[in-house]
Every structure is written in C-alpha cells, then in structure tokens.
C-alpha cells in the first residue's frame, strides 16, 4: 500500500516562487496518476492538478493554469508541484492524492483519489 | 465545469445518531461520485466511490447511492471519530470537482 508525505510548504511573499514535494513509499507509485488538491483557509477542497502515470499527461485548473508545474519522479517516487507568481489567494493545505484506478491519462471517467497525504502549509503573504 | 452543491452545510448531532448529506450535480453525471471524510489536521479519507461503493476498512455504518443529479451519504450510528466535514466529489468530468462541504458536530 502506499503511503504519501508531502514537505516544502513554506511562508512566501506574492509574486516569488516555491516548490513542495510529495514522498510516496511503498510499490506501485509509478502505475497510478497523481493529482494536488488543495484546501485555502475556511475553504472546501479545490483540485489544483494532475498528472498521468507517465508524466505524458498533465491537467491543471483554471486557477493555477500557466502558474503551476506538475511533475513526478517515478525512479525515486517523488511529486511535485513547481508553483510561480505565487499569489495571495494561493494560500492553502496543499495534499499530494493517488487515484485508485490505474495507468492512463490525468483523468480518468470514474476516478477516485486515495490515498492522501497530510498536507503541506503554503501561506503567500507580504 | 460541474458544481457539486453539497446539503446542509453543517448539521449538529450525538453519538448514535444516523445523519443524512445530499450532494447535488450541477449535470448528470451517472454514478460517478466519491465521498471523503476530513478531520482537521488529518489527510482526507476515502468512504465511497462510484456512488455506492465502500473501499475495504471503511464500516458498514456508511452507506451511499444515488444517480444522475442526486446523490446521498448516510452515517448510522454516529461514533466520535465521524464528527468532520464531508465532501463529495464527481469523478465524471475533468477538472474534478468537489462539493462545498459538510460539517457534521457534535451536538
């Protein structure tokens, strides 16, 4: 089974640049697609991005859209989430999710995100 | 984008009670619903996929379904580790999509 842990969150001023990581352990890592959902403060869950189990496929919201990189690592298990013009309304508990099914793109039709990691805390202030 | 309009936002209620959340599609979207449970200070977890379906290790006292627009979680017999917040989340389109969340407290 796999376990995530996500690190990198950090106090940051808008507009600078930050990049968190999301440590899976466990086998298995590199046949499943990998997302970022985030939760801002007083929020609900907002779904930031995602990436196939190859990397070939990426997908991102609105939001964050030509602001955020996906990544991954599948020889040492690592995503990332490279994230540029930081922005204020940026602020929030990021978490690093693998989908239950397996192989194809970003998303798939009927997808569902376990496990989670605990997060880490992005906060984009002057 | 499909919205996913999540009733009510928070509800009060005591250890061995049964409550009810309802999720509302913004388009049909089959049976393509998720729920997460969320505890503050702790990964969200998985309860039901594709509507109805419980992962393994989730109890029985969770039970799920629905299709097309309306969409439903039922939680009997309340235990302390259930007073969170609740999301569900459509799985049928891309970007994924989550309701607002409901908070369920003890009352």
């Known amino acids: 089974e796999i376990q995530l842990v996500e690190s990198g969150g950090d106090f940051v001023q808008p507009g600078r640049s930050l990049r968190i990581s999301c440590a899976a352990t466990g086998s298995g890592f590199d046949d499943y697609a990998m997302h970022w959902v985030r939760q801002g403060p007083g929020k609900g869950l907002e779904w930031v991005s995602g990436i196939s189990w190859n990397g070939g496929s990426e997908g991102y919201a609105e939001s964050v859209k030509g602001r955020f990189t996906i990544s991954r690592d599948n020889v040492n298990n690592y995503l990332y989430l490279q994230m540029d013009s930081l922005r204020v309304e940026d602020t929030a508990m990021y978490y690093c999710t693998k989908v239950g099914q397996g192989s194809g793109p970003y998303h798939n039709r009927g997808d569902w995100f376990d496990p989670w990691g605990q997060g880490t805390q992005v906060t984009v202030s002057a | 984008d499909i919205q996913m309009t999540q009733s009510p936002s928070s509800l009060s209620a005591s250890v061995g009670d049964g409550v009810s959340i309802t999720c509302r599609a913004s388009q049909s979207i089959s049976t393509y619903v998720n729920w997460y449970r969320h505890k503050p200070g702790e990964a969200p977890r998985l309860l039901i996929y594709?509507?109805?379906n419980l992962p393994s290790g989730v109890p029985s006292r969770f039970s799920a379904g629905g299709s097309g627009t309306e969409f439903f979680l039922n939680i009997a017999d309340l235990r302390p580790e259930d007073f969170a917040t609740y999301f569900c989340q459509q799985s049928y389109s891309a970007p994924p999509t989550f309701g607002q969340g409901t908070k369920v407290e003890i009352k």
């Open positions: 594709a509507s109805s």
